[in-house]
């Protein structure tokens, strides 16, 4: 694959990055982030108009207004009628609708489908609210069925005439406006704060999931391309590697065989650790798709860094090794810290080209063994 074509496949790849630096929710916190019982949840608690919250029933009528707007039904009831919701609810064959609840002129069902596929019966679901409402000899109520769910679309609509599909964004949009009045009118409480949180959660998810999607269509689309990018990532440094192992063992001040280490540290990107036998030093080289998330790595010259070398000297009684490590390389030094026993000094690679992250393995391995070793041959 051409270069010129590589590089603007990854011009075009970063449309697609998806950056998590979001702020989070409570709901990222304590409810394992999209899980669909923790959401329905908290969602029946809003729809309750006598819970505590105090905002009586605002999140009903959001869901009312939609579906008002959507199927053209007028809706009418009175708020003192509005029975609290059920979670969860078993049919006779033992299936579960989600959330039901309702009043004295209708009875809803709401499905609630984040992630999974919408594989519900909602016929036995029909069934099963009529049998309700034929069963309450002391109302007249209408059915209302809602699938609540990314992006509002039932499957197989024509099979399912009656349910009524409403998207996470439509439902965020219709109660921040109702919020708004109800700022007007009512105390600010700590429940209008989770609720407002719960509405950036599902905002969130709508967000993380319309990426993924683009990403999934960019990478299917160009999957040779991308096969062809990172083949080519791999090779260059498998190249950079044996080049320094030849320069090394070339070289007239290691005598001694080196030693290296295969692992893949971060997302299967490569990590080379070099070593000499009966040596407490190791150099490394590794990869990371940002320097700034290091978690010790708090010095703004990690910042957009992709390469680092990294040094390892274990502790062992008596002697200076460390202090004169640490001396000798101050100057690239961005990161040292001790973690079992163990010291460790990082910078990041200044000069990404072969010669120049060759020029700095070589010059540090070599100055490592005469810190340790001293000139000439050692045993």
């Known amino acids: 694959m051409e270069l010129t074509k590589i590089k603007a496949l990854l011009n075009k790849a970063t449309a697609y990055h998806y950056d998590n630096n979001r702020e989070s929710t409570l709901f990222d916190i304590g409810m394992r982030g999209h899980f669909e019982n923790p959401t329905t949840e908290v969602l029946a608690f809003f729809c309750n108009a006598k819970a505590e919250h105090g905002m009586g029933a605002l999140v009903v009528d959001s869901f009312l207004t939609?579906?008002?707007?959507?199927?053209?039904?007028?809706?009418?009831?009175?708020?003192?009628?509005?029975?609290?919701?059920?979670?969860?609810?078993?049919?006779?064959?033992?299936?579960?609708?989600?959330?039901?609840?309702?009043?004295?002129?209708?009875?809803?069902?709401?499905?609630?489908?984040?992630?999974?596929?919408?594989?519900?019966?909602?016929?036995?679901?029909?069934?099963?609210?009529?049998?309700?409402?034929?069963?309450?000899?002391?109302?007249?109520?209408?059915?209302?069925?809602?699938?609540?769910?990314?992006?509002?679309?039932?499957?197989?609509?024509?099979?399912?005439?009656?349910?009524?599909g409403i998207s996470y964004p439509e439902l965020v949009t219709e109660i921040k406006s109702r919020l708004k009045d109800h700022f007007y009118d009512q105390p600010f409480n700590k429940w209008v704060i989770i609720l407002k949180d719960f509405l950036l959660h599902l905002e969130n998810m709508m967000t993380k999931n319309k990426i993924n999607s683009e990403q999934e269509k960019f990478v299917f689309e160009n999957i040779s391309g991308i096969s062809k990018t990172w083949e080519l990532l791999i090779n260059s440094f498998s190249e950079l590697d044996k080049q320094f192992i030849k320069q090394i063992k070339g070289s007239e001040e290691v005598s001694a065989d080196i030693r290296v280490k295969y692992q893949h540290w971060f997302q299967k990107?490569?990590?080379?650790?070099?070593?000499?036998?009966?040596?407490?030093?190791?150099?490394?080289?590794?990869?990371?798709?940002?320097?700034?998330?290091?978690?010790?790595?708090?010095?703004?010259?990690?910042?957009?860094?992709?390469?680092?070398?990294?040094?390892?000297?274990?502790?062992?009684?008596?002697?200076?090794?460390?202090?004169?490590?640490?001396?000798?390389?101050?100057?690239?030094?961005?990161?040292?810290?001790?973690?079992?026993?163990?010291?460790?000094?990082?910078?990041?690679?200044?000069?990404?080209?072969?010669?120049?992250?060759?020029?700095?393995?070589?010059?540090?391995?070599?100055?490592?063994?005469?810190?340790?070793?001293?000139?000439?041959?050692?045993e």
């Open 66 to 164: 939609i579906i008002a707007n959507k199927t053209g039904k007028t809706i009418p009831y009175e708020e003192n009628s509005l029975t609290p919701p059920q979670r969860e609810v078993s049919t006779e064959s033992g299936k579960r609708i989600d959330l039901m609840f309702g009043s004295d002129t209708w009875l809803m069902a709401i499905e609630n489908k984040i992630y999974h596929t919408q594989a519900n019966p909602f016929k036995e679901y029909e069934s099963f609210i009529h049998q309700q409402i034929k069963n309450d000899s002391f109302t007249q109520q209408e059915p209302l069925f809602v699938l609540l769910s990314p992006d509002g679309k039932v499957t197989q609509a024509e099979k399912h005439k009656e349910w009524c």
């Open 269 to 378: 990107l490569p990590t080379f650790i070099y070593s000499v036998p009966n040596s407490q030093i190791e150099l490394v080289l590794f990869m990371i798709n940002d320097g700034a998330s290091f978690k010790k790595a708090n010095d703004t010259r990690n910042e957009n860094k992709s390469i680092f070398i990294q040094i390892h000297i274990a502790k062992k009684e008596g002697g200076d090794l460390h202090d004169r490590v640490q001396e000798e390389f101050k100057g690239k030094s961005v990161n040292t810290w001790w973690e079992k026993n163990k010291l460790y000094i990082r910078w990041p690679a200044q000069e990404l080209t072969t010669e120049g992250l060759l020029k700095d393995l070589t010059e540090s391995f070599i100055k490592l063994n005469q810190i340790e070793f001293g000139s000439g041959s050692y």
